[in-house]
């Protein structure tokens, strides 16, 4: 195996493998680039310039010993343009390139810009670009559990080798350390949020301070999730009462414990009193001081608490998308300096297609930060080819209004709104131990634009995904604008054939993956796909108006306004907000019902227009990559197929109406799609 | 990281990764190689020719274009010397080789062989080596289940990805399947002996044969584990009693499916009636009953049956080591002709060692298999350096004296002791997704000795450890006597440290990991250690004397003879057989008790040896595989010394006797080592 080891293209390297430059560019960059040089000699520092090294050997740019041309230096500097965390390239005309930072770190993030604006084809000869981070915590939420097993992980087993840790450092970590930073991502929460103590005891303390080691000179943090019920389970205390002395007590010691060992430790992420989980609800405590008594354990050594908002309770009867908002809206300004509030993008949870959430916007007085779901839990899981940055971007670009016109949620979220300093964006990660790490060559690009936007949230998920097929198959135009041509829409070609004009939550039970519109009866009313659609014989979705749940009203005014009315609502949130008769009129004269059942048919077309669009690159991609994404885009096709057609004979058991002409009657009836299951589907809890 | 890609050395390439030989040999090898050439043309004869070249290119041979020099040419012959698989291999001094075979599987068999032979040093120029396998059947028992976890597994998750099967045949198939092939393996159980009727399902066999078009090129047969009581899980049906004619019909009808979908399946393995499995027995059917109603189903396809003999009742009294032989040895003679029984190489559970299987030599009408367990569940499992090459021969040279001496376990299971056919031996396979396979690269030795000795069980546990050395770590003598000598007192170090003098089942429950001697308190009496060692005030040891369970009878007379005294049994196995004072003299006149502790000291001490052996190696050995022994010999050497002085801590406080001068007292009380407990410990079932 050797010469196919040499030659793997077997997505293990993700976009920092080998892709040379054409001949031109490669000549000039290593004119550029004959001298390398550092005034900085910190671990970090030294790093930065191995990797300004191999980056150039990866773009085919190998400096020629001793040869002619300008130098590279990487500098230390005090500069205002720029944060700790940014960087500052200048390229000048006699060809000296200077990377300059106040930190190492920043000196390492600039070398990584470096060689993405070379691998991207960009001028290099004369250069004034200075970028910092506009968030602070740029954060990977892993869902892994102790034993290995990935929480909606579709791409194997966890990469943390807790039972050999600390002994034993697997090489991947610096591999996957490397990745992250090559982002700027700078933390990582190691542990799933539906926690457990163990955790928290002194072996898995000594693991993760193995693993803080090997990450830490890229730049990055760990955390933890943290098991509100630790105090009982593996401290002895009867009660877990965040205003309990014994408890505050007993996680200021935890905190000390922990410091002691990972003196950069960077804090907890807590999923309190959500989904079975215990929290200081269970005694009559507000999440604000549950997450203040801990925030005061981490407070001396500089650390945060991460607390998620994603709450809902069986015993509320109001409208699960209300649920968040009731309850931390009220709380805005009571929580503690370094308290974050983790809100996911929206009400629900991670849809194809959601409204932003309402807290955004409606928390001026709270540190705010962002959860998206990296991991594909509900879009395809690790085969459907669904690119994620423009659903990432349509939520930071959502406009809450909360201040007038251009108060974007990216607004809310890098802290400029409200005057924050404090700002976070986590990701729940898609990374497991199989090779490609992510599941599929393509799932590396939510990895990849995710890291990119939490950078720079105004950043456009187009140009993401060109720097992404750049470097992941090389510089070739062919290749980049086809690359991109099949992810732009893919993501409206899964909301196409999974949940058009607003539709959410009506995926199989359990594994949430394929289609199950008539699923009701599951224990919890909101678990059940009928619960979002509503359809019966005369019409279909969640009336969230006045008249309705009334979720709107969680909105600023004017967009309240706006959502109240059908004829003003964005028609891809049409149902989401509104339960509509069937025969309701789109803005293309269409009735609803006919408007569903196209919008079904154009996401199968998209799926297949992929297949066409990826087929012409068969001459520029490797044989693996090429046939691995083959493979999975004919799964796709096969799975687009199947949810328009069971969605349409489910919907179609419910209000009897005729398929507009031209549209193909489902392959099976009802009966055969319910009848399937899905056996050992991967990423269950 | 395509540098680190291009010079990996994590461990994926096995045996079969490059190493470059010495500049005389590699020369004269690539003189002996100058031309290739095949008269076969089949997709095995491709593969064999691609691998020639490519094992030359492995050892730094690669032909020069048109150079002058020998050929070796693969060719299709009658040859009665070999048998279907085997090769016949001459070169002559004109420079002409040929690899010769009846079929092509044998001309792959051949190239591999002749690879192993040059990347050894062996002389090529003159050769007349004909080879066939002794065993018919060389099959890995893969202990997966369905949702990636692998039972007793320590190498990451199954690397069979049923999820998208078939659509997507990962690389790795083929990879596999080349390493199984290099060794002459030809058939894979690739499910969980605790089997799931989801298996025998449409879908699931629609997976099964597109690993199997995966496998066959490289001569390798799928089989299944079959759940017993698939008929009412999947078929409907109120029964699995073996003699009812519609349960018949059902397993004939699922061959036949089976057989539709994968014309050259091999058949089913059933572990029956064996810690709560379903099977005959619960129809008051005997395992013959049970065997042979499969047998017929799958007879007419060419199908076998490999029924296993590893069965204890929870209401059977008797020493448990007994209870297979009690069933079964009746039974000889009523198996179809087309079963295999499978036995394990002892008659407990794959200890650090056990005496031979009494079952070996006692059913001469039977078509006895081996079960070797190559995944280390009581050795070590992922990090501790216990070469099993050794314990298998143990084993296969064990002189059953059934028809006097000479009657060897090896003759037994390759038939010739009594004139059988179809044979097999099985090992439990220890593959795995991660990098490495095997979970370490000295576990990849474990899967390298099991498919030498299927192929030929007389091999010496040291030629094959000195064959994989060379082609794992590289030809040089220093490397190759050095990695050697740490290999082949390995596995009786870890008995030292482990179970000394014919201790047995001492470790801890469930994940059987550690040191748990104390153990009593489990619902069933043969789960808990106290039930084997028997240690009390006065002694240690399981009497299976005449006194005692009498399980020596179960053995040909002349062994039952030696084993029915102390002074004459092998002091290997001493308690095992006998129950004996703490002050009983060995033979070395040192009494019993100072005896074990001595043992337990020269495990620790040989560990030590061991670590400093390894150290020895770091010029001559890559980093990475390096580093990564250096760590688990590191956790090695700490848990011997656990294992040892928790042992004695236990045993202590049963005879309240001193330690022999000299041997250190236990680190902690034996309270301490009771506590002890290994949260998320690997491959729980």
Known sequence: ?????????????????????????????????????????????????????????????????????????LELVQDSRINDEGFHITARPDGQTVIAARREIGLLYGVFHYLRLAATGAPLATLDLASSPRVQLRVLNHWDNLDGVVERGYSGRSIWDWWRLPDWRDTLYTEYA???????????????????????????????????????????????????????????????????????????????????????????????????????????????????????????????????????????????????????????????????VQVKNGAIDFQPREPFHPLFGAMPKTNLMMEFQITKEYVGQSTHLTYLGTLFSETLQADTQAKGTGSTVAKVVDGTLDGHRLTGMAGVANIGADRDWSGSIFNQADWYAFGRLAWDPELSPETIAREWAAQTFGPAPKVVNTVTTIMMPSREAAVDYMTPLGLAHVMGTGHHYGPAPWVSHLARPEWNPVYYHKADAQGIG?????????????????????????????????????????????????????????????????????????DSLQPYIDKERFAKTQAFLAIQRREAQWWRDASIAYFQSVNHLDLPSGSAKPAHDLDWYKEQNLPYAPGNP
């Open 1 to 73: 195996m050797p010469q196919t080891v040499a030659h793997a293209e077997d997505g293990h390297e993700l976009w920092l493998r080998a892709s040379p430059l054409p001949a031109p560019q490669r000549s000039a960059l290593r004119h550029q680039a004959t001298r390398l040089q550092t005034t900085a000699h910190g671990p970090t520092a030294r790093l930065a310039l191995a990797e300004l090294q191999r980056g150039l050997a990866r773009l085919g740019a190998t400096p020629a010993r001793g040869g002619k041309g300008g130098t590279i230096t």
């Open 178 to 340: 490397r990745a992250n930073a090559s982002l700027g991502i700078n933390g990582v929460v190691v542990n799933n949020v539906n926690a457990k103590s163990t955790s928290l005891t002194a072996p898995y303390i000594a693991k993760l301070a193995a693993i803080a080691g090997e990450l830490r000179p890229w730049g990055i943090r760990v955390y933890l999730s943290a098991r509100w019920t630790a105090p009982m389970e593996i401290g002895g205390l009867k009660s877990a009462d965040p205003l309990d002395p014994a408890v505050a007590a007993w996680w200021r010691a935890k905190s000390d414990e922990i410091y002691a060992a990972i003196p950069d430790f960077g804090g907890f992420l807590v999923k309190a009193n959500s989904e079975g989980q215990p929290g200081p609800q269970d005694y009559r405590r507000s999440h604000a001081e549950g997450a203040n008594m801990l925030a005061a354990a981490v407070k001396p050594h500089g650390g945060v608490v991460m607390w998620r908002a994603f709450v809902y309770a069986h015993d509320n009867p109001d409208d699960r998308a209300k649920q968040a908002y009731n309850d931390f809206q009220p709380l805005d300004g009571q929580f503690a300096d370094n308290v974050l």
């Open 542 to 614: 969640f009336d969230r108006s006045a008249k309705g749940s009334n979720a709107i009203s969680q909105y600023a005014p004017p967009i309240a306004q706006k959502l109240s009315d059908p004829a003003t609502t964005d028609e891809r949130q049409l149902l989401w907000f509104h339960h509509l008769p069937w025969d309701y009129r789109l803005k293309n004269g269409e009735a609803l019902w006919s408007g569903m059942v196209h919008h079904y048919d154009a996401g199968v077309a998209q799926v297949a227009r992929m297949q066409v669009q990826w």
